[in-house]
């Protein structure tokens, strides 16, 4: 009973690789398909040059969200405590 189930489990795996390399080989040939449509493309010197300063500006995007400093700690609550005297001399 043991030795059938995981038999069972070995053949799902198996179904599941194939699956997965089918549909690999479906999507690299679509994309072949279409680079090939893009290389026959009059303008497909100026597409390339769109397509690497979309990519530049999206680097750009990405370097600027995840490699920015966080603004120092100190600094901050210093901020806040001017702001806090500030709003404390308008009141008076």
């Given at each position: 009973?043991?030795?059938?189930?995981?038999?069972?489990?070995?053949?799902?795996?198996?179904?599941?690789?194939?699956?997965?390399?089918?549909?690999?080989?479906?999507?690299?040939?679509?994309?072949?398909?279409?680079?090939?449509?893009?290389?026959?493309?009059?303008?497909?010197?100026?597409?390339?040059?769109?397509?690497?300063?979309?990519?530049?500006?999206?680097?750009?995007?990405?370097?600027?969200?995840?490699?920015?400093?966080?603004p120092a700690h100190l600094e901050?609550?210093?901020?806040?405590?001017?702001?806090?005297?500030e709003r404390a001399s308008d009141?008076?």
């Amino acid at each position: 009973m043991r030795e059938a189930g995981r038999r069972g489990l070995d053949e799902q795996a198996v179904l599941v690789a194939a699956g997965l390399a089918d549909l690999a080989v479906s999507a690299l040939g679509t994309a072949l398909g279409t680079v090939r449509g893009l290389l026959r493309r009059s303008d497909a010197t100026e597409l390339a040059a769109q397509a690497e300063q979309d990519l530049a500006a999206r680097g750009r995007l990405v370097l600027d969200r995840y490699a920015a400093a966080p603004p120092a700690h100190l600094e901050v609550l210093a901020r806040h405590a001017l702001a806090a005297r500030e709003r404390a001399s308008d009141d008076v």
